[in-house]
């Protein structure tokens, strides 16, 4: 009986290493197995199978074993100095999620350019141009808050209006980006990696975004809301070209493709915009109180 719980106990409580591996390929398999139609090849039974198991040892481990951890985890995080910084400071948490933001975006630019470039599609390109331009305000961002950290409020109103105003003017670009869209129609068949990977990335910003938004609300330092409002502008463009990239893929009705590329290429053009205007006009206000 101790043999087969012993066996029982490995079965439900694997190692880690192999948690987050069995995770990712399942995360991977599954939407190859449903874009692709294989949903009756023995590929996909094999992916089920490995689906199910990831779900039901992750559901075992966060139901049992986080919780008994979470302390432990939690002391250890905040003994260590770096760690115990990040969890109490929450601008150098700001700072932190900015770099790493930043990495993720610098990469996910260097996909859509290549990506441009091989599909031979100009609005891909462009907006691979558009991330480079965001990761470029990131970096203003970062530098100025590296360089100014201690000189006080007014200088993060500062990295605020310029962040405000950057944005500003690669939302020109991004207007350009949609006109072309329209203007041209092109249509290209995309490979199935492209399609995920954008999904995935989407989704990622998206969630990253609406936390900030809930997480970071009751801080008022303005470089905080820079940052927010940046992340934000990058997951509508991000819902922009995964909608483009969706409507390529699978719509058939060119008409349709221009009229939604149209419409939410306007919306997301006039929210950026209208954040900038917004970003500008406080800064220079609460500037003006400040001096």
């Known amino acids: 009986m101790e043999k087969w719980k012993k066996i029982f106990n490995k079965i439900l409580y694997p190692p880690i290493w192999l948690m987050i591996l069995l995770t990712v390929v399942s995360a991977v398999i599954l939407p190859i197995v449903f874009v ?57 948490k700001v700072r932190i999620s900015l770099y ?28 691979a141009v558009y991330y480079i331009l965001l990761s ?12 100014k950290k201690d000189a006080g409020t007014i200088e993060e109103y500062r990295s605020y209006r310029i962040s405000a105003v950057l944005m500003m003017f690669i939302n020109m670009t991004l207007s350009g980006i949609v006109l072309n869209m329209i ?25 990253v ?13 303005p470089v905080m809301s820079a940052a927010k409002a940046i992340r934000f502008a990058q997951a509508l463009v991000s819902l922009l ?5 969706m409507l390529v893929q699978f719509g058939e009705d060119e008409a349709y493709r221009r009229v939604m590329i149209a419409l939410t290429g306007a919306g997301v053009c ?7 205007i917004y970003m500008i006009v406080r800064s220079t206000k609460e500037m003006k109180t400040l001096l």
Request: net charge positive.
């Open 183 to 207: 203007v041209q129609n092109k249509s290209a068949v995309y490979s199935d990696v492209f399609v995920i990977t954008s999904a995935a990335y989407t989704f990622y910003i998206l969630t």
């Open 136 to 147: 470029v305000i990131r970096f203003v961002l970062l530098h100025h808050m590296e360089r």
């Open 209 to 221: 975004s609406l936390i900030d938004l809930v997480k970071y609300r009751k801080y008022k330092s």
């Open 36 to 92: 692709k139609g294989w949903e009756e090849s023995p590929v996909a039974y094999i992916s089920y199978i490995i689906a199910f198991y990831s779900v039901m040892i992750l559901s075992t481990f966060f139901a049992e074993v986080l919780p008994k951890r979470y302390k432990e985890i939690k002391q250890k995080v905040y003994d260590h100095p770096l760690g115990n910084k990040y969890m109490t400071d929450a601008a150098f």
């Open 270 to 276: 006039i929210i950026v915009m209208s954040m900038s």
């Open 100 to 127: 790493i933001s930043l990495a993720i975006n610098l990469v996910y630019s260097v996909f859509k350019l290549v990506s441009g470039i091989y599909y031979s599609s100009l609005w891909i390109g462009a907006f």
């Open 241 to 245: 070209s995964l909608e483009a990239s």
